[in-house]
């Protein structure tokens, strides 16, 4: 049932997302969450188009998540602000900025594949962010579901303690409900899912339940000092030592607690949210967020009293206004107040709070810490926007942005629609920062950017759909990287100009040598012979050197430069001219050094039927591809190999034709590897 609750009492509040790889059922639980606590009246479905969460057409033609969408509900007296996250890949952006205002999350597992590529992907990020986690595996209905299988790859792939809270009654087509352990309880659902009913565990369970529930009190004592005592005291743990344990051990990250169901027949629904509701911390039990002003740091306890701060994660520009998410850590907000945009540095204005229902909303008086609300008058905010109270500023750490790896070439069909062209473009990257609209400087075509090929599509199709704009796309081309192969020592570098007036004069001596990963500066000069000042600015300058390197303009990265030696003058020296001198000394060390191409790669999972394994080898060979994997799954064989991106555009046609329309592939990022054509430039 639907309760009211005081939004001001913050112990009663669960922030917290919905992680998955794509199909492992994340939208039909988000549904089935809304179904349960009241919030819709009836289920929603993926197949049909009629989910709450997926409302975009794309997500409900393509039966994907593309967007983060946020609801509320509630549940035992709780409210419960739930954020349903992508799964494919392509939008991994979006689900950092989720995980970025997010106190929790339900990690959700396909009972036969277990953990998947996308699934081990977004548990990372969830682990950067220290997001506590529960689990659950999901689809027990299905041929080949095996709770201990998933339960195991859990264990192996992602490495935390999982403790496995249920036992499913039944198997396949016949699972009906589950043994929950922690109460020793059954707990059956009707053929219609609609209600659990409570009774004893099965005769036929018992032994087994009494096994598994021992397992439990044994792996929970290991992981928690209390609990350890009265498991040493009592040789077991009562159900309140063990929820409470169960509890700390989430919010710690020391274990994960697993449940398991079938969202999609409505069963096992119940017990997660009793879960989120016990397990999962509230605003009160999560640190208090960092900020910086004036380059002090600062703490914001999630109390409602103090002053406002919150951050702005999601951003939708429509033709009628632009509406943001905002996840509200400290302070109260209230129609009408003004708020300090750090980021812009200039003050907005709230003009109306609404509380989300995807894409609907309801409107309401106020936000208090804790909440996850949208607002309405924000001219300026973008995702990753602090805004404070203007009496007490400060500037919270934004969600990160990942470089985009793929772009296409995009015109308008139509001169007079250039200018609508490029309004959009700006619209779409303002929504979605992942996106980058540059200009090509030697061809002046306007070049969009993303995270893959379903990435742009997505964009590309949104400019069709929503902006009214016939549009050519270009074929998609991958962002190349270079990097060092051989270093080069002692390079002199002597930048001097003299025109009238003051004149330039830098002299450096830089080396340079391959690093694993990125771009490190250090100086090795002594005896002042460069000040400090224009030591900073020699590295700012061979920063500016990165954007484009010797063998084709692309970004360099993997690099050591170190200042060894230099020399001033006493009148014609300047910040200024050591930057310079910085730029193109390093220029000029690049062309001298032994550079290596770089292309980007991803992990490719391929699923196919036995007899295709065959072809599918072939084919990933004639790509470029090196296999790293093959086992068998039933009737299927999973395929692992490392893919150059630019090879994979168009695969999914020709796997489908090279597996009779049934193999399926996944690809997650593996950063850089050389390319075929390695040049030296000398």
């Known amino acids: 049932m639907r309760t009211t609750i005081n939004p001001s009492t913050l112990a009663v509040v669960r922030n917290h997302g919905i992680l998955a790889h794509v199909d492992a059922g994340k939208t039909t639980v988000t549904e089935r969450i809304l179904y349960a ?3 819709t009246h009836r289920r929603g479905e993926v197949h049909d188009g009629t989910t709450v969460t997926d409302y975009d057409p794309q997500e409900r033609d393509r039966g994907i998540t593309i967007f983060a969408a946020a609801v509320s509900c509630a549940w035992d007296g709780h409210r419960i602000n739930l954020i349903d996250t992508p799964g494919h890949v392509d939008f991994a952006d979006e689900v950092e900025r989720s995980l970025r205002v997010l106190d929790g999350a339900v990690a959700v597992f396909d009972a036969v594949a277990g953990v998947e590529p996308q699934s081990e992907s977004v548990w990372r990020q969830a682990d950067r962010h220290g997001v506590p986690r529960i689990a659950f595996v999901n689809k027990l209905d299905r041929a080949g579901a095996d709770l201990d299988a998933a339960v195991a790859s859990i264990r192996e792939r992602l490495h935390p303690a999982p403790l496995v809270v249920q036992l499913p009654i039944g198997a396949e087509d016949a699972f009906r409900g589950v043994v929950d352990l922690v109460r020793m309880r059954s707990l059956v659902w009707a053929d219609d899912g609609e209600r659990a009913v409570e009774g004893p565990v099965p005769e036929e369970l018992r032994e087994e339940a009494r096994r598994r529930r021992r397992l439990l009190d044994e792996a929970v004592a290991e992981l928690h000092t ?58 009160l039990d999560v640190p208090a967020v960092r900020g910086t002003h004036d380059g002090t740091e600062q703490e914001r306890a999630a109390d409602p009293q103090a002053p406002f701060a919150a951050l702005a994660f999601k951003v939708n520009a429509t033709s009628t206004g632009r509406l943001t998410y905002l996840r509200v850590y400290s302070g109260t907000i209230g129609k009408g107040d003004t708020v300090w945009d750090a980021g812009a540095r200039r ?45 007490a500023p400060l500037v919270l750490e934004p969600p990160g942005v990942t470089e985009p790896v793929v772009s296409v070439a995009v015109e308008a069909r139509r001169a007079v629609d250039t200018d ?70 002692g390079l002199i570098f002597r930048h001097v100009k003299q025109d009238g007036g003051a004149g330039q004069f830098a002299h450096v001596v830089l080396d340079v040598e391959p690093l694993e ?98 072809g599918v080898l072939g084919d990933l060979a004639a790509r470029r591809g090196r296999v790293s994997g093959s086992t068998a799954r039933g009737r299927a064989a999973l395929v692992t190999a490392t893919v ?37 430039v000398r």
């Open 37 to 39: 606590t009241g919030t």
């Open 226 to 283: 209390g609990a350890l005592e009265e498991f040493c005291a009592q040789s077991a743990l009562s159900a309140p030592t063990l929820v409470v344990a169960l509890r700390e051990v989430t919010r710690s990250g020391d274990g994960v607690v697993v449940l398991c169901g079938s969202a999609y027949r409505n069963r096992g629904i119940e017990p997660l949210l009793d879960a989120v509701v016990s397990y999962l911390p509230s605003p």
């Open 347 to 391: 003050s907005e204005r709230i003009g109306r709070i609404l509380r989300v229902q995807a894409d609907r909303h309801a409107q309401v008086d106020r936000a208090v810490a804790g909440d996850i609300v949208a607002v309405i008058g924000l001219k300026s905010a973008r995702a990753g926007s602090t805004l404070s109270d203007p009496g």
């Open 420 to 489: 609508k062209l490029v309004s959009a473009l700006a619209r779409l990257a303002e929504e979605d920062p992942s996106l980058v609209v540059r200009t090509d400087s030697e061809t002046g075509q306007t070049v969009l950017s993303g995270m893959g090929e379903l990435h742009l599509e997505v964009a590309a199709e949104k400019l069709r759909s929503s902006f009214g704009l016939e549009v050519n796309v270009g074929r998609p081309r991958v962002s190349y990287r270079e990097t060092v192969g051989r270093g080069v020592s």
């Open 517 to 614: 990963d990125g771009f490190e500066f250090r100086s090795a000069v002594v005896g002042g012979r460069v000040p400090q000042e224009y030591v900073r600015a020699v590295e700012a300058g061979c920063r500016d050197a990165l954007a484009e390197g010797p063998l084709g303009g692309h970004p360099v990265t993997g690099l050591r430069v170190t200042l060894t030696d230099g020399a001033t003058h006493v009148k014609d020296s300047s910040e200024t001219a050591f930057r310079t001198a910085g730029r193109l000394g390093l220029r000029e060390a690049l062309r001298a050094c032994a550079m290596v191409l770089l292309e980007p790669v991803v992990e490719v999972t391929v699923t196919v039927p036995e007899d295709a394994v065959g």
């Open 644 to 680: 150059p991106l630019a090879e994979l555009f168009g695969y999914a046609t020709r796997l489908r034709s090279r597996s009779q329309g049934r193999g399926t592939f996944t690809a997650r990022p593996a950063g850089y590897a050389p390319a075929p054509a390695v040049a030296s």
